[in-house]
């Protein structure tokens, strides 16, 4: 603990693991203890509590969850101030068993209770009770609260627009730790868009695990293609984007706003899972690989320039070799973008955890390999079309290359690195794409392009 002036500063630390849900969750978290006088520290040596937000979409994700609260046993117990709180779908999944199992855990916070956190903290810290909340009575009622309030110094942030699911995936863990599927109202989205822009954010990503389904038991009735519209009219939003669309909910309305809302990039990220519709109905997708490669063949019609990324399993009961092989053509005939791939893990609860043909470690590791290395080279060949083509950047900040490299996406998505200086942070630039790699492309600022921009003007060059 320090002290600043008459208040007493205490240090928090958040280490989170797992999808855009769990990392809009810690950052409301730094929000809601900002105001109880939490500032935010790098190092957890230092920190007065720690929270670690958890993911267990896969059984290696929970591992890493408990192997990184095992390294805190030890500075638990130099440290007996210290509070520790495991959050996410971790703690969801196991609850109150967990401070049982871990005498060094003081809290187990689910994924409804980040705002409960404050009034948990302060009953630990007078009675020295250990907590768990798990209930799934969280209520969007109190989302924005805090967040509105505090600006970050960001390009790009998240807004939740949905939380849970109903769809239950035969393999997914997700509706067991994350609920029922509830939308938030889109007034209290629109507000929260436009104190973020406020604050100089200039891209907004619309979260939920099914966006296609937005407002369904909303009273205002309005869907997503909707909700876009309305949140596109938010004034000085350069780009929006959302994450994810399940393809069986994925109307014509919704494909439309490609083509008439500006600010919407073109990219959607559509996770197929599989290319069998075998395996697609034993995963309970709602969809066959036709509609599907339908569905690609319609967004592209739309907006040629669409770009399409997505999840794969590997390896799910019953895959076998001729299943696997439909993945693999899939891959070839719609050329994704992206592609994020997963050998199948059992998850407690799940249907799919029940069913029979597991498929051997040895050869979900062979297929997700060869799975990647396919991905690579149609992704390897589709950045380097884009060398000697200008584009536009959103300037994200300093590239994870390092040296005085800077780093921004092309509304495709595509991650693009190149030599700038600071100030073109948050500025939409264009850019020549000079060469393509396997994840990433490099290019050079266009002078010419970028004239209302004096800082371009003075330092940067183009390589036409
Ligand atoms: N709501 C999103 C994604 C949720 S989880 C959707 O519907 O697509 C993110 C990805 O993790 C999934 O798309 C899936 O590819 C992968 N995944 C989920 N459960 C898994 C499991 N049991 N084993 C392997 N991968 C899994
Ligand atoms: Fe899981 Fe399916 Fe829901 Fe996505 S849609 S979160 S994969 S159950
Ligand atoms: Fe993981 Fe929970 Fe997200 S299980 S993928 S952090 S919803």
Known sequence: MSTIGDRKVRRL????????????????????LGEEDFQPVDDYRQADFIFINTCTVRDKAEQKAFSYLGRLKQLKRSQPGLVVALGGCVAQQYGEDLLRRLPHLDLVVGTHGVSRVPAMLARYETTGERQAF?????????????????????????????????????????????????????????????????CGVR????????????????????DFAGLLRRVAQVEGLLRIRFTTSH??????????????????????????????????????????????????????????????????????????????????????????????????????????????GKVEEKVKLQRLQTLQSLQ????????????GQTTRVLVEGPSQVGGSQLS???????????????????EEISVLISAGHAHSLEGVVCVEDNVNLKVVKERSWCGK
Do not use: W
Request: charged share 30%.
């Open 376 to 387: 690579e080279r149609i992704t390897f060949e589709k950045n380097e079309v884009q060398v």
């Open 247 to 356: 393809p069986k909910d994925l109307s014509l309305s919704l494909m439309q706003c490609f083509a008439d809302i500006e600010p919407l990039c073109p990219h959607i990220h559509l996770p197929v899972q599989s290319g069998s519709d075998r395996i697609l109905k034993r995963m309970k997708r709602g969809y066959t690989r036709e509609h599907y490669l339908r569905l690609v063949k319609e967004l592209k019609a739309i907006r040629e320039d669409v770009a399409v990324s997505s999840d794969m399993i590997v390896g799910f009961p019953g895959e076998n070799e001729e299943d696997f092989q439909g993945s693999l053509s899939l891959l070839e005939e719609v050329r994704f973008d992206a592609l994020f791939s997963f050998k199948y893990s059992d998850r407690p609860q799940t249907a799919a955890s029940r069913l029979d």
């Open 203 to 222: 891209e907004v990503t619309l979260l939920g695990q099914n966006v296609n389904s937005y407002g369904q038991g909303v009273a205002e009735e309005l």
């Open 13 to 32: 630390f958040i280490r989170t693991f797992g999808c855009q849900m769990n990392r809009y969750d810690s950052e409301r978290l730094v929000e809601i």
């Open 134 to 198: 798990v209930d799934f009575s969280y209520d969007f009622g109190d989302e924005s609260d805090g967040r509105s309030q505090l600006c970050r110094p960001e390009v790009s942030s998240y807004v939740t627009i949905m939380r849970g699911c109903d769809n239950f995936c035969t393999y997914c863990i997700v509706p067991m730790v994350r609920g029922g599927e509830r939308s938030r109202p889109s007034d209290e989205i629109v507000r929260e868009v436009a104190s973020l822009v406020e």
């Open 408 to 426: 921004g996406r092309t509304p495709q998505n595509r991650v693009v690195n190149f030599q700038g200086t600071p100030e073109l942070v948050g």
